[in-house]
């Protein structure tokens, strides 16, 4: 998908959450949103948000000299996320369809927010992911699709969320499948790298590589091509998360999405609400009569004024 | 208060809102947004939100050539709510403490969105105004000084809104006061000027005066003389919603703010949660280690990462 103008507010929010999350400096917090302001005239809205995400982070590096913000953060997700494994695991084992539960265990591990889960959580989502269906509209065909196809590409997300992806890896294997997963060329926010994958042994079941995107997602134009090759020749793509969606969702390939709806243009881009967890092959065409704005529902367009 | 990074992505959003109001042509939206970024580096953050805000809708004004962009929008909120009027005034009559309930029931105005409002959400605003206190606290201390001042002054927030406000001054008149309300001086937003107050008949219970601030909420930097000498002696200043807040909050005077908290901002200074409908005499004090950070509460201060 294309940048809107609804993605620059969001580029600031991250700014300055990354920012934070490196020092404690008022003086550098103020000169990394300066700097990012300085950048917003030359960002092409036809570039997909994770190529100006891209951009973005690299002025945040810039400005606070730090390389891997979320590093220490990304460890403990790991660590909590691993020590629910076997809890997971009999979740799945003991459902009547074990590949569509990893699934949605997946999304919920998309959907959960790890810096303030708490058991609870994870609890309602095992819930939920024992009893909802209505969401996994493309399952069917994910299963047809897998069917004709020995390998699978998983297009990896988040740290913590990874642990959760091992669920539908496994199931994947069980099913004498290939399977390929991949992270990003380098550390941006939270999302996973080489290392995080090795970390949660996610090298004993698959291979893992590197995309080369050092955006907050796949986008094919930041790819390198060992990753490209891979891309073209998979016969189903399972891509995980929203910064995946945003940077693939106009590219043909046999992409099945499967993420947590987190904000009101990617609600916009799928015709879903905010919130909803979707399995979804490819993204619905666009139709839109105004070139800017997204066909944001009802009860996000209101006004939102805030005073 | 002064302006927390936080509030800069808020800028954009609300530069974006107006001017998507203004005109559906894509090229003024961009322009909106790279002008709103060009003046990011000069704003001092030691100024409230509410001058900063006016910087931005000046920029956003001279962007796009219009000078009050939710004209009609004020006129449909506040014929929309005047429709309800002899419902919400049988509600106050029919209430033990009638003050009280017209207070709720102005604070609940605050909170609804009228552009998405519908009939069961004024429904359920009158029976929670009914029957929840918990959040106005400063209800007894409101009664005491009012008992001691034989005038006050009510600051006017938005649209539509204002005909809530109406039930308060009712109360205020019936109990012998002599009420001033006080608007915008100028069109902003969807604050209420003198055009709103009067369009709303408050000019027949109340004596309305402009304070002359042209950003989104009472700052007195921005005020004219007139107001400042009414703001000085006034007994009790009744301010209303989160720009009033925003814009007074460490001002020195008997004020009582009357808001629905909608911004984790606004929140932390009121160590208040989200959503919370509040009656408070001026805000707490502050205490704060970190200089450019508010003190945002666990649930608030989660990664927000959104991908």
Redesign the interface.
């Known amino acids: 998908m294309r940048t809107y103008?609804?993605c620059?507010?969001?580029f600031?929010?991250?700014a300055?959450?990354t920012a934070?999350r490196v020092t404690?400096d008022?003086k550098t917090?103020?000169e990394v949103?300066?700097r990012v302001?300085?950048v917003?005239?030359d960002l092409p809205?036809d570039a997909t948000p994770i190529e100006l995400g891209r951009e973005i982070h690299r002025v945040v590096r810039e400005a606070t000299g730090v390389d891997d913000p979320y590093r220490e953060?990304k460890r403990n997700d790991n660590d909590r996320v691993t020590a629910w494994l076997p809890r997971l695991r009999r979740a799945v084992a003991s459902s009547r369809d074990r590949l569509l539960t990893a699934l949605k265990l997946a999304a919920a591990g998309n959907a959960i927010?790890l810096?303030?889960a708490s058991r609870p959580d994870l609890r309602a989502a095992i819930e939920r992911a024992q009893k909802e269906d209505g969401e996994m509209v493309d399952y069917p065909l994910f299963l047809e699709r897998l069917q004709r196809s020995d390998d699978v590409l998983y297009l990896g997300?988040?740290a913590g969320e990874i642990v959760f992806d091992r669920l539908v890896v496994e199931q994947l294997v069980e099913r004498g499948k290939r399977v390929t997963f991949a992270v990003r060329g380098r550390p941006i926010?939270?999302?996973v790298t080489v290392e995080d994958a090795r970390y949660v042994g996610m090298d004993d079941l698959a291979e893992v590589i590197a995309s080369g995107s050092d955006g907050?997602?796949t986008a094919l134009p930041l790819c390198v091509p060992e990753f490209l090759d891979r891309f073209e020749r998979a016969g189903v793509i399972l891509s995980k998360?929203?910064?995946n969606f945003e940077g693939l969702s106009d590219e043909d390939a046999p992409l099945f999405f499967l993420l947590k709806v987190?904000?009101p243009v990617v609600a916009a881009e799928l015709e879903m609400d905010i919130g909803t967890i979707v399995l979804r092959s490819r993204a619905r065409p666009p139709e839109r009569g105004?070139?800017?704005?997204p066909a944001v529902r009802?009860?996000d367009a209101?006004?939102?004024?805030?005073?």
């Open positions: 103008l609804d620059l507010p969001c600031f929010r991250q300055l959450e934070r404690g008022a917090h103020r949103l300066d302001a300085s917003i005239p809205l953060a927010d810096a303030i997300d988040n926010l939270n999302d907050p997602g998360g929203q910064g987190k904000c105004e070139q800017d704005r009802a009860q209101g006004r939102r004024v805030h005073r």
